[in-house]
């Protein structure tokens, strides 16, 4: 089969290879789409701590189950699947304390920019499902960032009314924090981002103000239009200590400070202890998902509650992957679907 390999960071390779074969517990799956990610994007251009390639890449993705291995139970050839990139033990401490997000032995599966690919039992245990009807290959694969954002979106713990603002807001990640915490109540959604073609599908999707951060001041804005406090929650979907320090200044008092976007290895900001403590910041870092988002990201995109279509700015196929991420890397494009 035809698939994309990850040589080192800035080399990709699109190349025959084996197909996988499947044992006991796993589902092969026929890829019809796979997204570009803000991970991918990163990896190809820095590196990964989870990643040691030369390896498969990719890991959003949908598509028909070719092969049932012996023993699943629930799947058959043919069906429309969509599949999260990784499972939990379920045992070890960090699960037993309910953070499944943070599980010491989670199985991760990448390769999904290929003609197929194979889910590991774990996974096929608890994060597969059937695609929901009305929901496009493409549409599905949202299902893991989705998942993340909605641990993201619980970690903000949103109550009615409150002002929200986004930095990096107009990437996927920051457009599926906007369309959540719309649902969740937020009275002022305020997005924040450098490009403008994403800051009008910001608008698009219901943002009640977009800065454009070269051109405003988006600290000073988001103070005026709360009044001169800051916004109650503020999240961050950038991965960039400077927004990270952006995120921090543009806060209330007592107000909560998701940080969602990972920023490169190695990286710190300074904090202002006065701020900390007399205007008692809550600060949360977010990582990954559990099964528990992974199954309300699928009700969510199944119900239409979260629209994935405006996410997906085009397709391109399996040998252009490279490009896609390079569209995305400068800005271009939200996401890509690859069709394989
Ligand atoms: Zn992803
Ligand atoms: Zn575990």
Known sequence: MKAVRYL????????????PTIGPGELLVRVRAALTCGTDVKTFRRGHHLMKPPMAFGHEFAGEVSQVGEGVGGFAEGMSVVAANSAPCNCCFYCERDKRNLCENIVFNWGAFAEYIKVPAPIVQQNVYQIPEG??????ALLEPLACV??????AGISLGDSVAIAGGGGP????????????????????????????????LGATRVIHATREDPVAVVKELTAGRGADVVIETAGVPDVWKMALAMVRKG??????????????????TGRMHYDELTIKGVFHHTPRTV????????????KAEPLISGRLPLKDVQGALEMMMRGEVIKMAIIP
Request: overall charge negative; hydrophobic content about 45%; charged content about 20%.
């Open 8 to 19: 080192e960071p800035g080399k990709l390779s699109y190349q025959e290879v084996d197909a």
């Open 135 to 140: 929901l496009s290959y493409e549409e599905a």
């Open 150 to 155: 909605v641990l993201g979106n619980q970690a």
């Open 173 to 204: 990640i920051g457009l599926m924090h906007l369309q959540l915490a719309m649902n969740s109540g937020a009275g002022q959604v305020m997005v924040i981002d450098l490009k403008e073609h994403r800051l009008e599908v910001a608008r698009s």
């Open 255 to 272: 107000g909560t400070v998701v940080m969602f976007g990972g920023c490169p290895a190695g990286t710190q900001i300074p904090l202002d």
């Open 295 to 306: 199954e309300k990201a699928l009700e969510l995109l199944g119900t239409g509650v979260i």
